[in-house]
């Protein structure tokens, strides 16, 4: 045999299994042989019937013994060993209703992998019990495809679980792409959250865009770190947008870049510190306009309270 070729092929498996066990007398026995055949397909020594550790024969039989399915259809149990392992592997099919269960463990590692299936999406009831070998085994399950198919689903439920990484020739073990690709997968049930995009040219003064900033804590992307207080996060300075965009930050003007009505002097505020505005700043401070576009031009104002109010009635009546 090539080394190239498939040592999971169908009709590899196919014909093995009907070599296997000289009778078949359900779709479970022919389930069950085809997991034995499976097995020895990629280098598993058949070591006897049952759970325990012992080793019967030098591992050299490919034919299941009498009474390998006395149990049928209901439960089978069949142990193995492989060179590339030192334990134990024990394959278990069990009847559950229409089911078949298939469980592998490896005595020992204690590591238990599981394959459910319903029988009759894969066998043809009708056709066993299975004793005229001049029918093809083929005829007793669905199709060559679906054959194929269980081939495929013992391969990565069982073989690649109790055995990762094993190495022989027509035989691709891809246990490690399997898990990294399940351990990327993004759970459909937890919403991605989106960072926030504003647009530059929807940007309305009047309502700024505070802690835009805290998004990136590192700087835009633009170089350079961004010191604390510039942005519109929750470091306050004196160019914060929740202040109007007042500006002061300018080196050679102190009252404009520390606030208040006189100047500071050089290192009153350590760089980088967060820093509480005394105010007013350098310049007069943007009044977003109001109705009817009070405000002033370009809406600046002293930065006094907005005496705006409306009077309470009566409130010029002092005898109301």
């Not at 040592?7 to 299994?17: G, K």
């Not at 020594?45 to 299941?64: H, I, N, S």
């Not at 929807?202 to 170089?223: E, K, Q």
Request: hydrophobic share 30%; net charge negative.
């Amino acid at each position: 045999m090539s080394e190239n070729k498939d040592i999971l092929d169908p009709s590899i498996i196919l014909h093995a299994t009907a070599q296997a066990a000289s009778e078949l007398k359900s779709p479970y026995d022919a389930l069950a042989a085809a997991c034995h055949s499976i097995m020895l397909s990629v280098g598993f020594k058949f070591a006897g019937l049952g759970d325990d550790a012992r080793q019967e024969g030098d591992g050299t039989t490919k034919v299941l013994p009498e009474g390998w399915n006395n149990q049928g259809p209901h439960c089978y149990q069949f142990r193995y060993s492989h060179p590339q392992s030192s334990l134990t592997f024990v394959i278990k099919v069990v009847r559950l209703g229409d089911k078949c269960i298939i469980l592998g463990l490896g005595l020992g590692d204690n590591k238990t992998a599981t394959l459910d299936i319903t029988t009759a999406d894969y066998t043809s009831e009708s056709f066993f019990p299975y004793q005229d070998r001049t029918q093809p085994l083929a005829h007793g399950f669905i199709s060559t495809s679906r054959f194929n198919d269980f081939i495929k689903a013992y391969k990565l439920n069982i073989l690649q679980r109790l055995i990762p990484g094993l190495n022989k020739p027509g035989y691709e073990d891809n246990s490690s792409t399997t898990t990294s690709s399940s351990t990327g997968n993004v759970n459909p049930n937890v919403e991605r959250r989106q960072p926030r995009y504003t647009d530059p040219s929807t940007h309305d003064p009047r309502f700024p865009d505070v802690g835009s900033s805290d998004l990136h804590p590192i700087g835009d992307g633009s170089g350079g770190l961004r010191m604390p207080g510039g942005g519109g996060g929750m470091f306050v300075g004196p160019d914060h947008p929740i202040f109007g965009n007042r500006g002061g930050s300018s080196l050679d003007d102190p009252s404009g870049l520390f606030g208040g009505p006189q100047p500071l002097p050089r290192g009153s505020v350590p760089p980088g510190a967060r820093f509480d505005p005394i105010g007013p700043f350098g310049r007069l401070p943007v009044r977003p306009p109001g109705p009817g576009g009070r405000g002033g031009p370009r809406g600046l104002h002293s930065g006094d309270p907005d005496n705006d109010e409306l009077q309470p009635p009566g409130y010029n009546d002092m005898f109301g």
